[in-house]
T-cell receptor, first 115, second 112 residues
């Protein structure tokens, strides 16, 4: 297993366009998390899945954001009608079903720049 | 709601010197605590974790952390810092659901 993979590594898009990011977690991990990180800040929780079920979504997340995890494998995060404030690093992480006792394995992130 | 405070935004130490990075948490139940390290442009890597037992935990790369319930702290330490330790360090606390709340990080600079 090569760890958590995220694609693309970098994305530059014009304001108003839609973007989609992909995350491939560690195969035996059934929990998958999306976080957003801006400069000088720690990762901020967006949403998480257990298998294919989306169990929680941050109240800070606007309706322009949607995430899926079909068949409990890879996940996609879509941002519609991007705004400059969406510019950030989007991090995906996975963990086993140990829940609160388990740390995360992070991907290298997708850096989004909205111009 | 849980929260994590890392009081030091930036710390500079000389190579070979000891290091301590501070972390204070707020959580209503028994905390499950973590330290991660992030190199520029990369994701975070787990250094160590604490959830029960011995309050001094060992991690990778020679790091250790001590849990002090009375002070709500989980400080990260290393006896002798190497230039390759320069990075950003994040403390995190987990909820029952396994969701992590992170501090805003401490940037470590290592002087030759």
């Amino acid at each position: 297993d090569t760890g958590v993979s995220q694609d693309p590594r970098h994305k530059i898009t014009k304001r108003g366009q839609n973007v989609t990011f992909r995350c491939d977690p560690i195969s035996e991990h059934n929990r998958l998390y999306w976080y957003r990180q801006t400069l000088g800040q720690g990762p901020e929780f967006l949403t998480y899945f257990q298998n294919e079920a989306q169990l929680e979504k941050s109240r800070l997340l606007s309706d322009r954001f949607s995430a899926e995890r079909p068949k409990g494998s890879f996940s996609t995060l879509e941002i519609q009608r991007t705004e400059q404030g969406d510019s950030a690093m989007y991090l995906c992480a996975s963990s086993s079903d140990g829940g609160r006792m388990e740390g995360y394995t992070f991907g290298s992130g997708t850096r989004l720049t909205v111009v | 709601a849980q929260s994590v405070t890392q009081p030091d935004i930036h710390i500079t130490v000389s190579e070979g010197a000891s290091l301590e990075l501070r972390c204070n948490y707020s959580y209503g139940a028994t905390p499950y605590l973590f330290w991660y390290v992030q190199s520029p442009g990369q994701g975070l890597q787990l250094l160590l974790k604490y959830f029960s037992g011995d309050t001094l935990v060992q991690g990778i790369k020679g790091f250790e952390a001590e849990f002090k319930r009375s002070q709500s702290s989980f400080n990260l330490r290393k006896p002798s810092v190497h230039w390759s330790d320069a990075a950003e360090y994040f403390c995190a606390v987990n909820t029952n659901a396994g969701k992590s709340t992170f501090g805003d990080g401490t940037t470590l600079t290592v002087k030759p």
